[in-house]
């Protein structure tokens, strides 16, 4: 499949600028000789008309219909082949084996939220019947249930050219619902975009979904983004990315004459506070384990543990020695652009010159690659800690900061002052868990998905997963970007009063056709009224 490197306007392909860019492999330093299109202004109120115009069409579609849409588009990924996969390699450096998981996970969530709408059920349809002769006043007729609210802007991440990008977590729902979605392209992997593009305009119009159910548009630098959001056809705003990135587009937002939500998702620095008893019983698995998950993808990674809390132990020494030799292991890998290992060394060099803080190890194995990132570790007290706010943020990168507290009172100091995380880890034997309630509290107050003796790596698609946290892990901590309930974030409810069932939508037909689980007079039932 040829890239187009044009703007995808619904079913046109546009490239009315002149301005082009081309993408680039982080593991050679070298340009890939496609051209880009960069969207003009013209180009974005276009696109968000069509958009516009097809929430009309698309938000009646039938629920089982946009399920064939889904269903579709991951055909179409499949079909595109390992051309797909190895663009994605160039672009982004990440190995071809995490991309073919990352694929399969992404046309995963794809068919979970084709199946959550063909069942129908998560509408939340409720049923308030009259009661005409309720006195002192009669009683409406009452129904309600969750619609699409309109087009939705999507900023895909870098750190996931498919399962956070063109037809990753925010796409997949918001489309189930009824929406159209408009991507803003990640300007590091723009020829994987074009072809995830391509293969969703397939899928669009081989299933006969309207025109301008799905654009994309170019950008290699902040203007058509912040155009997208602030244009007043746009309802909300999915985003994975840095604090900076979203917090800017989250500003814009609440700037417009109708402010709209938007769901950043910012990362974390995802503490794990190990307590004594655990370490010590497991002191050369934990150093393995941890220094795993530290340096897994580089350690770009939103869930990637970046602060370790321990306190003072005869066990300490061995564990400090196992993580240092672990790290020290751990070869070089490509970052995903040069701007990010620029940011990594960066801010890893300043973390490790604070006060206090010390490098307990740095791995320096050799490599003929460029971009590479060097997996290493640092200590600081429990004290320092404390008192320098600076060395609690996010190293994107393969870094972790290993905070040794003298007592457990200041191991809870420590944890108190951090501010909200996607996660928070308890690494602790039972008794242990009891024993420190006021630890359990504060780390349960900080997160959004709370593990006990585990890694935040690894994000499980499923009902049960919340992957979101108090801010600033993200900027709405009652919704998650990932699992089922992320639909939640792109639709509003309902209420429809005394209306003729035969006007009211099948959801809330007396009948109940669709045949979904509904809350009828307070009970939940599937049963015709
Ligand atoms: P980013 O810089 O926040 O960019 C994400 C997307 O938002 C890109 O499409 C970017 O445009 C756009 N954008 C950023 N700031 C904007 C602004 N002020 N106005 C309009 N659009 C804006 O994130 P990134 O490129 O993925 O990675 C950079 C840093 O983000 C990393 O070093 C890391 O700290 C963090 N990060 C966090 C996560 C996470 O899981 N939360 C994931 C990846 C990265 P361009 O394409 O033109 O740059």
Redesign the pocket.
């Known amino acids: 499949m040829d890239i187009s490197g044009k703007n995808f306007i619904g079913y046109s392909l546009s490239s009315e600028n002149k301005h082009t860019f081309k993408s680039y492999v982080p593991a050679q330093n070298i340009e890939l000789p496609e051209e880009f299109h960069t969207a003009t202004q013209e180009e974005v109120s276009r696109t968000m008309k069509l958009a516009k115009d097809a929430f009309n069409e698309y938000s009646r579609v039938p629920a089982s219909k946009r399920a064939d849409f889904l269903i579709a588009i991951t055909e179409e990924i499949l079909a595109v082949g390992d051309e797909l996969l190895e663009r994605a390699h160039l672009e982004t450096g990440l190995p071809l084996a995490r991309l073919q998981g990352e694929r399969a996970r992404t046309i995963n969530q794809l068919t979970q939220f084709a199946e959550l709408i063909r069942e129908g059920s998560w509408v939340e349809a409720s049923v308030d019947t009259a009661i005409p002769d309720r006195l002192p006043a009669p009683k409406s007729d009452l129904r309600k249930m969750l619609i699409p609210i309109g087009p939705v802007i999507v900023?895909?991440?870098?750190?996931f050219p498919f399962a956070y990008s063109v037809a990753g977590v925010d796409t997949g729902p918001a489309l189930a619902a009824g929406n159209p979605v408009v991507i803003?392209a990640?300007?590091?992997h723009p020829g994987v975009s074009d072809l995830t593009a391509q293969a969703i305009v397939k899928a669009a119009q081989r299933t006969g979904m309207p025109d301008g159910v799905f654009s994309m548009l170019y950008?290699?630098?902040?203007e058509v983004?912040?155009a997208l959001v602030k244009h007043p056809a746009s309802k909300a705003v999915g985003?994975?990315?840095?604090i900076?990135?979203?917090m800017?587009?989250y500003k814009m937002a609440q700037e417009r004459d109708e402010p709209i939500s938007v769901f950043a998702?910012?990362?974390s620095v995802n503490p794990i506070v190990i307590l004594p008893e655990y370490l010590e019983n497991n002191t050369q698995e934990l150093a393995k384990t941890l220094a795993g998950s530290v340096t897994l993808g580089a350690g770009q990674f939103?869930t990637n543990p970046g602060l370790v809390f321990v306190i003072k132990s005869e066990s300490l020494h061995a564990f400090e020695a196992s993580y240092k030799n672990e790290i020290l292991k751990v070869a070089p890998a490509t970052m995903l652009t040069a701007g990010?290992k620029k940011?990594f060394y960066k801010l890893r060099d300043e973390l490790v010159a604070e006060t206090g803080v010390s490098e307990l190890a740095f791995s320096n194995i050799a490599s003929d690659a460029e971009n590479q990132s060097q997996a290493s570790v640092a200590s600081v007290s429990g004290k320092d800690f404390i008192a320098n706010p600076k060395i609690h943020e996010?190293v994107?990168g393969p870094f972790s900061l290993l905070v040794v507290c003298e007592s457990y009172e200041e191991l809870l100091s420590a944890v108190s002052q951090l501010r909200g995380q996607l996660t928070a880890s308890l690494m602790a034997e039972a008794q242990e868990t009891l024993k420190y309630p006021a630890l359990v509290q504060t780390l349960s107050q900080i997160c959004g998905r709370f593990i006990m003796n585990g890694v935040p790596t690894g994000v499980e698609v499923c009902p049960s997963m919340h992957h979101g946290g108090p801010f600033p892990s993200s900027t709405d901590a009652r919704f998650t970007s990932v699992g089922r309930h992320s639909i939640l974030r792109f639709v509003r409810p309902q209420s429809y009063q005394d209306w003729d069932d035969s006007l009211l939508p099948d959801e809330l037909k007396n009948a109940n056709p669709l045949g979904i689980f509904r809350l009828v007079n307070n009970e939940t039932t599937k049963r015709k009224i």
Do not use: P, R
């Open positions: 900023f895909g991440s870098s750190n803003k990640h300007a590091a950008d290699d630098g902040y983004g912040a985003f994975t990315g840095s900076k990135g979203g800017a587009l998702e910012m990362g939103c990010i940011n996010e994107f």
